[in-house]
């Protein structure tokens, strides 16, 4: 029988994601940032890629723009918006969601969604330090008021560092009043983007031969082209929202998206035009080819609207950071649900699910942006590392994205040659970032590498553990309730505890892991009146407390299942308080009369938690590496949130107890007795 907790508190209402004016302008602040602020440096990285202001042919210029036009349009709006939206699992998206809904069909799809997931957490350190630094640097030499607050880009760094860390410590407290903004600022900027680069675009429509796409595809062995294919690698920062875009579906819905991105991609376009006009008519100007910093997206904007203009790209910046620090909770959070990496502690400052908070993930986060921006010093250095981050990422995109038009059975044509199409175009684009790798790549590498390793020891550990463990099986409490009943009886032994609370994951058939048998009959037994195995399932409604016993036809024995919503508190002692005083009302239990108790008339007895920590036994028998990376995994158990955190028990009467991990083959030690010596010997 289902029983509530407590009936306080109201249920959230579930958010509405239709087409809607409010849906489309949420999807403004919410999806787009990090791809609305690539007309920031992706010009910038062109030209300053192919020799400065000063080299640049207006055929280079045409092309790259057309290259832009075309990836863009091709990997934007194709793959992801036409594409991958569809793919979605009850309304999520990402590439944790595409996983989940593919894994069946083979065991190794779970090697591109770590590698990708581990990729777009590198972009999501990435992306505040790139974004904010390019914002702050257009303030470098501006006169505001008469005076230059930006001098040097030491001046830059040290502002950049302060917006990026005030962005993090906000982070603890939600950012729901902060968000109802994001949308209205979204929609000026991107309104901006597009009415700047009209100005410049109409004053050469002959710039409109870049939807060509023979220009895109004739630039890449043009002479004037002094990167050759490696322009791709400057190109490709273009779409590095498209992954987000997918990621953020969930919050939004897909019909906002559809209905958002058209405006969306027209005014990023007529800014890349305007950006290439701009820089067709300027080329030759030698004060602009003197600047250490040019910026063709800052100096192209009126002088009289330049001020503003850094002021919204700043915000627009900080938005697009916050869009990645939300985005990298989320993936994190679906990453312990996928048992990639270990429990960590999980805030929920508003009703809504999607908005949470992880304060380990946040410390991260905030530390290595700061070490990339003193690193690197630079947004142009920095332009390195942010590309190979989500080429990874849309690679493995896109090879969950063919086991998935496979799963639905779609036509031969879609299923096949459309994810080698976009796989070839990746592999291009993945290359082309790989050549920076010296210059900015390793970085990326390093991030992404050191989170996959991560997961990587606690998915393949737990196969480990599972593939050679003979004393971790799971058994039955109705094998074992009547052994229970019988300790429970036994006044033999002294009374361990009046109730004994084990936190477990018992099966709708009554398993539970064998080692919790081994605690209570084996080490010492522990004699108590109840014995609970209780489980915690985690809803997606927010208020949610509800609960489920089970006595299995004892008076000893109870199987509770606590069902509470994301935002309420684990505080497992007390909720089992209630639990046991209902038993007790309706006689499914006898009462626990005190005799000892500074509370009158107290009718339920005293509540010991035993936490079960496995330590690896020295007669463990297995490989090697297998052992190094049980250990590894143990000790991220360690680091990571403990179980008396996790089920708010810090201040319960807790027994922590080490059961011993055997893994392997048993061995056994075959002594031969010895007559003891003479004494006379």
Same mark, same amino acid.
């Given at each position: 029988?289902?029983?509530?907790?407590?009936?306080?508190?109201?249920?959230?209402? @579930?958010?509405?994601?239709?087409?809607?004016?409010?849906? =489309?302008? &949420? !999807? %403004?602040?919410?999806?787009?940032?990090?791809? /609305? #602020?690539?007309?920031?440096?992706?010009?910038?990285?062109?030209?300053?890629?192919?020799?400065?202001?000063?080299?640049?042919?207006?055929?280079?210029?045409?092309?790259?723009?057309?290259?832009?036009?075309?990836?863009?349009?091709?990997?934007?709006?194709?793959?992801?918006?036409?594409?991958?939206?569809?793919?979605?699992?009850?309304?999520?998206?990402?590439?944790?969601?595409?996983?989940?809904?593919?894994r069946?069909?083979?065991?190794?799809l779970?090697?591109?969604?770590?590698?990708?997931?581990?990729?777009?957490?590198?972009?999501?350190?990435?992306?505040?330090a790139?974004?904010?630094?390019?914002?702050?640097?257009?303030?470098?030499?501006?006169?505001?008021?008469?005076?230059?607050?930006?001098? @040097?880009?030491?001046?830059?760094?040290?502002?950049?560092? =302060?917006? &990026? !860390? %005030?962005?993090?410590?906000?982070?603890?407290? /939600? #950012?729901?009043?902060?968000?109802?903004?994001f949308?209205?600022?979204?929609?000026?900027?991107?309104?901006?983007?597009?009415?700047?680069?009209?100005?410049?675009?109409?004053?050469?429509?002959?710039?409109?031969?870049?939807?060509?796409?023979?220009?895109?595809?004739?630039?890449?062995?043009?002479?004037?082209?002094?990167?050759?294919?490696?322009?791709?690698?400057?190109?490709?920062?273009?779409?590095?929202?498209?992954?987000a875009?997918?990621?953020?579906?969930?919050?939004?819905?897909?019909?906002?998206i559809?209905?958002?991105?058209?405006?969306?991609?027209?005014?990023?376009?007529?800014?890349?035009?305007?950006?290439?006009?701009?820089?067709?008519?300027?080329?030759?100007?030698?004060?602009?080819?003197?600047?250490?910093?040019?910026?063709?997206?800052?100096?192209?904007?009126?002088?009289?609207?330049?001020?503003?203009?850094?002021?919204?790209?700043?915000?627009?910046?900080?938005?697009?950071?916050?869009?990645?620090?939300?985005?990298?909770?989320?993936?994190?959070?679906?990453a312990m649900?996928?048992?990639?990496?270990?429990?960590?502690?999980?805030?929920?400052?508003?009703?809504?699910?999607?908005?949470?908070?992880?304060?380990t993930?946040?410390?991260?986060?905030?530390?290595?942006?700061?070490?990339?921006?003193?690193?690197f010093?630079t947004?142009?250095?920095?332009?390195?590392?942010?590309?190979?981050?989500?080429?990874?990422?849309?690679?493995?995109?896109?090879?969950?994205?063919?086991?998935?038009l496979?799963?639905r059975?779609?036509?031969?044509?879609?299923?096949?040659?459309v994810?080698?199409?976009?796989?070839?175009?990746?592999?291009?684009?993945?290359?082309?970032?790989?050549?920076?790798?010296?210059?900015?790549?390793?970085?990326t590498?390093?991030?992404?590498?050191?989170?996959?390793?991560?997961?990587?020891?606690?998915?393949?550990?737990?196969?480990?553990?599972?593939?050679?463990?003979?004393?971790?099986?799971?058994?039955?409490?109705?094998?074992?309730?009547?052994?229970?009943?019988?300790?429970?009886e036994?006044?033999?032994?002294?009374?361990?505890?009046?109730?004994?609370?084990?936190?477990?994951?018992?099966?709708?058939?009554?398993?539970?892991?064998?080692?919790?048998?081994?605690?209570?009959?084996?080490?010492?037994?522990?004699?108590?009146?109840?014995?609970?195995?209780?489980?915690?399932?985690?809803?997606?409604?927010?208020?949610?407390?509800?609960?489920?016993?089970?006595?299995?036809?004892?008076?000893?024995?109870?199987?509770?299942?606590?069902?509470?919503?994301?935002?309420?508190?684990?505080?497992?002692?007390?909720?089992?308080?209630?639990?046991?005083?209902?038993?007790?009302?309706?006689?499914?239990?006898?009462?626990?009369?005190?005799?000892?108790?500074?509370?009158?008339?107290?009718?339920?007895?005293?509540?010991?938690?035993?936490?079960?920590?496995?330590?690896?036994?020295?007669?463990?028998?297995?490989?090697?590496?297998?052992?190094?990376?049980?250990?590894?995994?143990?000790?991220?158990?360690?680091?990571?949130?403990?179980?008396?955190?996790?089920?708010?028990?810090?201040?319960?009467?807790?027994?922590?107890?080490?059961?011993?991990?055997?893994?392997?083959?048993?061995?056994?030690?075959?002594?031969?007795?010895m007559?003891?010596?003479?004494?006379?010997?």
């Amino acid at each position: 029988m289902m029983r509530k907790i407590k009936a306080t508190g109201s249920e959230a209402k @579930s958010r509405r994601k239709k087409l809607s004016p409010a849906g =489309i302008l &949420i !999807s %403004l602040g919410v999806v787009y940032g990090d791809i /609305g #602020t690539s007309p920031l440096y992706v010009m910038k990285s062109i030209v300053a890629n192919n020799g400065g202001l000063t080299q640049v042919r207006p055929d280079f210029i045409l092309g790259a723009v057309s290259l832009i036009f075309w990836t863009v349009t091709l990997i934007t709006t194709v793959k992801y918006v036409l594409i991958a939206l569809r793919a979605d699992n009850n309304g999520e998206g990402g590439i944790f969601a595409l996983y989940t809904l593919v894994r069946r069909r083979a065991k190794w799809l779970v090697f591109p969604a770590m590698i990708g997931g581990a990729a777009l957490l590198a972009d999501g350190m990435l992306t505040p330090a790139v974004t904010v630094t390019t914002a702050i640097e257009g303030l470098k030499g501006v006169m505001i008021g008469g005076e230059t607050f930006i001098r @040097s880009q030491n001046t830059v760094v040290l502002v950049t560092v =302060i917006i &990026i !860390s %005030l962005l993090f410590l906000v982070q603890r407290f /939600g #950012t729901d009043i902060i968000g109802k903004a994001f949308g209205p600022i979204m929609l000026v900027w991107f309104t901006f983007l597009g009415v700047v680069g009209l100005l410049y675009t109409v004053q050469d429509l002959s710039i409109l031969k870049a939807l060509n796409p023979y220009y895109a595809i004739a630039i890449l062995f043009s002479p004037d082209n002094y990167d050759g294919i490696f322009i791709l690698g400057s190109v490709f920062l273009a779409t590095t929202g498209a992954e987000a875009l997918y990621s953020d579906m969930g919050h939004v819905g897909r019909d906002n998206i559809y209905g958002s991105w058209p405006y969306v991609k027209i005014c990023l376009v007529l800014n890349y035009f305007g950006q290439a006009v701009w820089l067709i008519n300027n080329r030759g100007n030698a004060n602009l080819a003197k600047l250490n910093d040019f910026n063709p997206f800052f100096e192209m904007v009126p002088g009289s609207w330049r001020l503003f203009a850094i002021l919204i790209a700043t915000m627009a910046a900080i938005i697009a950071s916050q869009a990645l620090i939300s985005g990298s909770y989320t993936l994190v959070a679906e990453a312990m649900k996928l048992k990639f990496l270990p429990r960590l502690h999980i805030i929920y400052p508003t009703d809504v699910k999607g908005q949470l908070y992880i304060p380990t993930v946040n410390a991260i986060l905030w530390g290595m942006c700061l070490i990339i921006i003193w690193h690197f010093q630079t947004s142009a250095a920095m332009e390195g590392a942010y590309g190979l981050a989500i080429t990874v990422t849309m690679l493995m995109t896109t090879l969950l994205l063919h086991q998935y038009l496979m799963l639905r059975k779609v036509p031969w044509f879609v299923a096949q040659i459309v994810p080698a199409f976009f796989l070839v175009i990746e592999a291009i684009f993945f290359i082309s970032s790989a050549a920076k790798f010296l210059h900015g790549g390793y970085m990326t590498a390093l991030i992404a590498t050191v989170i996959l390793l991560v997961m990587f020891i606690w998915q393949y550990g737990k196969q480990v553990q599972d593939r050679n463990s003979f004393r971790s099986e799971q058994a039955s409490l109705l094998a074992y309730k009547s052994k229970l009943e019988a300790l429970a009886e036994d006044k033999n032994y002294p009374t361990y505890a009046t109730n004994l609370v084990y936190m477990t994951e018992v099966t709708e058939e009554h398993f539970i892991p064998k080692t919790i048998f081994y605690s209570i009959l084996d080490k010492r037994p522990k004699r108590a009146q109840v014995y609970w195995m209780v489980t915690v399932n985690v809803t997606d409604e927010p208020y949610t407390k509800t609960y489920t016993a089970d006595t299995m036809g004892t008076d000893n024995v109870v199987n509770v299942q606590f069902y509470l919503g994301f935002r309420i508190e684990q505080r497992i002692n007390v909720l089992l308080r209630q639990v046991v005083a209902d038993m007790m009302a309706d006689g499914e239990i006898p009462r626990q009369p005190q005799k000892y108790t500074s509370i009158p008339n107290r009718q339920v007895g005293d509540w010991t938690f035993v936490l079960l920590n496995e330590e690896l036994s020295p007669e463990t028998q297995i490989k090697a590496w297998d052992k190094l990376i049980i250990q590894a995994r143990i000790f991220l158990k360690h680091i990571t949130e403990t179980p008396a955190q996790w089920f708010g028990l810090e201040y319960a009467d807790i027994v922590q107890e080490n059961v011993p991990l055997v893994l392997g083959k048993e061995t056994t030690v075959k002594l031969t007795r010895m007559e003891p010596p003479s004494k006379n010997a």
